[in-house]
Nanobody, 114 residues
């Protein structure tokens, strides 16, 4: 199973980015997907998650600004990030979970700076 993230980059405060996570090597639709992030010197934290049935949950710090979604036809999960703040700067990781199986992507850097 492979997870490949894309869409990170440098953006000004208040800007938007959309991260993508393409999953291959497995039946995507049965997986719960999540996005985590890790800033320098900090622990990895959950940003947003979506179950196989579409239920979503968000960290308090991003609720109302970020939106997680998944497209089973494209084997891809997304994280739409709006109203970005400097404190959102981190490496963002995609995670796929099903039963006892748990997989991670390699991460994509998001930097919010003027």
């Amino acid at each position: 199973v492979q997870l490949v993230e894309s869409g990170g980059g440098l953006v000004q405060p208040g800007g938007s980015l959309r991260l993508s996570c393409e999953v291959s090597g497995t039946t995507f639709s049965g997986y719960a997907m999540a996005w985590y992030r890790q800033a320098p010197g900090k622990q990895r934290e959950l940003v947003a998650g979506i179950s196989s049935t579409g239920s979503t949950n968000y960290a308090d710090s991003v609720r109302g600004r970020f939106a997680i979604s998944k497209d089973n036809a494209k084997n891809t999960a997304y994280l739409q990030m709006n109203s970005l703040k400097p404190e959102d700067t981190a490496v963002y990781y995609c995670n796929a979970e099903y039963a006892i199986w748990n997989y991670w992507g390699q991460g994509t850097q998001v930097t919010v700076s003027s």
